[in-house]
């Protein structure tokens, strides 16, 4: 795999090159800003290990550019130690996981395993029942070959639907997937999106087993 690790820190960014060149990666690196921004905009990696205290441009900048430019190789970022906000701020421009300095460098190889891990599985998930295809890299829905508009919500419920079709998914069960805050949780809401997803797919692709929940079936069998 193919790792870039941005750090200014001439020491830690030397000993973060060897364990991930050791680890069987290719490494690139760099302390700069702007030049990471560049290589992570003009070249493909696997993955980012990204520290946001950055000469020249700030990881969190950096981050918010590239995913508005698509970019969408995962990120791992070095955050300081006790620094929440730079956690969340983090998550919220689009970072996969973080680890807050200092840490112990297998921790972070492990993380970076677990990226490339679900990176490798994102790759290969297109998943379909009957008539109705879900490519989850993409986060695209065909039916027939015909894409199909889905808002979030509804995408979020067809691919769980999908990801466990045949068996019978509860409305809590349901309803914890779509809202991880308990406190958002009202499974009467999911009837509406069922309801509503059920219109948009060929029908008889929503079963509803009475008392227990719905389950997906291939509408073409
Ligand atoms: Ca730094």
Not at 18 to 47: C, I, K, M, N, P
Not at 81 to 107: C, M, N, S, T
Not at 124 to 149: F, K, M, N, Y
Not at 190 to 207: C, D, H
Request: aromatic share 4%; proline share 4%.
């Amino acid at each position: 795999m193919r790792i870039l690790v941005v750090e200014d820190e001439p020491t830690l960014r030397a000993q973060l090159v060897q364990a991930v060149a050791e680890a069987g990666h290719t490494v690139e690196s760099t302390g700069d800003g702007r030049e990471a921004h560049y290589l992570g905009e003009v070249e493909d990696f696997d993955a980012v290990v990204l520290d946001l205290g950055l000469p020249s441009l700030d990881g969190l900048s950096m981050l918010r550019r590239w995913r508005a430019a698509e970019r969408n190789m995962p990120v791992l970022i070095l955050t300081a130690r006790g620094a929440w906000q730079d956690k969340v701020a983090g998550i919220d421009a689009g970072a996969d996981d973080y680890l807050a300095k200092p840490f112990h460098i297998e921790e972070l190889l492990a993380r970076l395993r677990a990226l490339l891990r679900r990176r490798g599985e994102h790759a290969s998930a297109e998943w379909q029942c009957g008539p109705i295809v879900l490519d989850t890299r993409a986060a695209r829905v065909l039916v027939d070959g015909r894409p199909l508009q889905l808002t979030s919500h509804e995408f979020k419920l067809l691919a769980l639907l999908m990801q466990r079709k045949g068996e019978v998914l509860s409305r809590t069960e349901l309803s914890e997937h779509l809202y991880p805050q308990a406190s958002e949780r009202d499974s009467n809401t999911i009837e509406v999106f069922v309801g509503r997803l059920r219109k948009k797919l060929p029908a008889g692709s929503i079963e509803t087993v009475r008392g227990l929940g719905y389950r997906l079936a291939d509408a073409g069998a």
